[in-house]
């Protein structure tokens, strides 16, 4: 046998979930092993941990001793069996023609040795690589069944992160962090943006569960995650109750898909500049009235042309409009009115709760159908025919909650008014919007009745949702 001096030890194994790289570590002893006992001298080794060989994904290891071949550098490789070489035909024919062309003919195992110079080599490869791939198809079938199967039992899943708001077993609920959770529902829920949302959140101290700061797609996952309602869900389809409690109700998970679809309907992304953007109108026209800066003024314009179609006849300099609307809206959340109207608001909410409850039972028999289908107590055909009308019900639903306003975002304001006063000053612009457009639907800005003098509070006119 040829005394090879540049031999490639290649290891790699497809899921390490301890993170300690004990599998490849085994490999490698064997491998050094087998290659002491031949006298071959190891050039270098090449280690894929916690990647697989039949996914097609990049091994970066992989490539790389496979450019080395290339290019002359290895003579020989040593793997443990080779199956960790490739789990895949295509690939293996591409690495034997690299071989070839490099005139490198040996690839021992610690089982076998394969010479990919010969007919029979490269048969014996062949047979070992197809029953590789098709082991491979197996388990990967058998992991996803097993998925699917765990999700409809309401099990959590895999991974190695737990989930924000609960502790490292996926079920039990963190008091902390689940009471974040429910006051950045409550703030986006009363119109706040995500971002600001989640500037808020790295303020409190508590980063997310890898120990990172907190960022608007963070936080916008977690709040769209059926999780925190006691959901279960897999490949992005709610399958049914989750075996954990949930951190928020299933009206306000509603409520806050709801609010994000509205989100992407209006396309809202600019940051907000100002406080009463897009709440004020021109008392002559009627026409929306648009921030705009004069040198060091901020002001609210009537503008005409056809791109905002005004009249131009109205411009209120900002602050004092500002002051004015907040002071009012303040005071209207302590007037007895205001707590009348959040009963009545509750009240219709039960509709509400009757439609989630309508669509849970319907979710569930979705979840129970496809179990009798993997189980094969039905066939596919009877699977079919069941599931579509669920399908149609589940839609139906869905589509007259999106209907429903619910009356969470007067939830913890109303009656707090002289609270929300002393805090005032240190909210961010958009909670102080989220305020006022729950209480405030638009405010008319009339005519001045002497030009260049102090700002009149009678121009204001108020238009309230409540």
């Given at each position: 046998m040829d005394q090879l001096r540049s031999v490639a030890i290649y290891a790699r194994i497809s899921s390490d979930p301890s993170g300690q790289a004990l599998g490849v570590a085994r490999q490698l002893e064997d491998c050094r092993k087998l290659a002491a006992e031949r006298g071959w001298g190891v050039a270098e080794e090449y280690v894929d941990n916690d990647v697989s060989a039949y996914s097609g994904k990049t091994r970066p290891s992989y490539q790389r001793m496979v450019a080395d071949i290339e290019q002359g550098r290895r003579d020989g490789v040593v793997v443990y069996n080779l199956d960790r070489l490739t789990r895949r035909p295509v690939e293996l024919e591409q690495f034997a023609e690299i071989c070839e062309r490099a005139g490198v003919r040996q690839l021992a195992t610690v089982t076998a040795d394969v010479d990919l110079g010969t007919d029979d080599g490269m048969f014996m490869a062949r047979i070992f690589a197809a029953f590789a791939a098709k082991e491979s198809a197996r388990k990967s079938e058998r992991l996803r069944r097993k998925a699917r199967q765990n999700a409809e039992a309401g099990k959590p899943g895999g991974g190695a992160n737990r989930p924000f708001g609960y502790e490292p077993d996926k079920l039990t609920v963190n008091p902390v962090e689940a009471e974040l959770i429910r006051q950045a529902m409550r703030r986006v829920l009363a119109g706040e943006s995500v971002r600001s949302v989640a500037v808020w959140m790295d303020t409190q101290g508590v980063p997310t569960s890898t120990g990172a700061e907190w960022r608007t797609p963070t936080l916008r996952a977690i709040l769209l995650s059926p999780r925190i309602a006691g959901l279960r869900s897999h490949l992005g389809e709610v399958v049914g109750p989750a075996i954990w409690d949930g951190i928020i109700t299933l009206e306000e998970r509603q409520q806050l898909l709801n609010v994000f679809a509205a989100k992407v309907a209006t396309g809202r992304r600019t940051p907000r500049s100002?406080?009463?953007?897009?709440?004020?109108?021109?008392?002559?026209?009627?026409?929306?009235?648009?921030?705009?800066?004069?040198?060091?003024?901020?002001?609210?314009?009537?503008?005409?042309?056809?791109?905002?179609?005004?009249?131009?006849?109205?411009?209120?300099?900002?602050?004092?409009?500002?002051?004015?609307?907040?002071?009012?809206?303040?005071?209207r959340l302590d007037t007895p009115q205001m707590g009348d109207t959040l009963t009545g608001r509750r009240a219709d909410d039960a509709r509400h709760s009757e439609l989630l409850e309508q669509l849970t039972c319907a979710q569930a028999k979705m979840a129970e159908l496809a179990s009798m289908w993997a189980d094969g107590d039905i066939s596919r055909p009877e699977w079919k025919a069941a599931r579509e009308p669920l399908e149609h019900r589940i839609k139906t639903i869905d589509r007259q909650l999106s209907q429903i306003t619910g009356s969470t975002a007067l939830e913890g304001i109303v009656g707090h008014g002289q609270e929300l006063r002393t805090r005032w000053e240190g909210m961010n612009l958009q909670r102080q919007a989220a305020i006022v457009a729950a209480v405030l639907d638009h405010a008319v800005i009339t005519p001045a009745v002497k030009k260049g003098g102090k700002f009149d509070p009678n121009r204001i006119e108020p238009v309230w949702t409540l």
């Open positions: 100002y406080l009463l953007s897009g709440m004020l109108r021109c008392g002559k026209c009627g026409g929306r009235l648009f921030s705009s800066a004069r040198q060091l003024e901020r002001r609210y314009v009537c503008l005409s042309g056809p791109d905002h179609g005004g009249c131009g006849g109205i411009t209120v300099t900002a602050p004092p409009v500002e002051e004015w609307i907040a002071a009012a809206v303040l005071y």
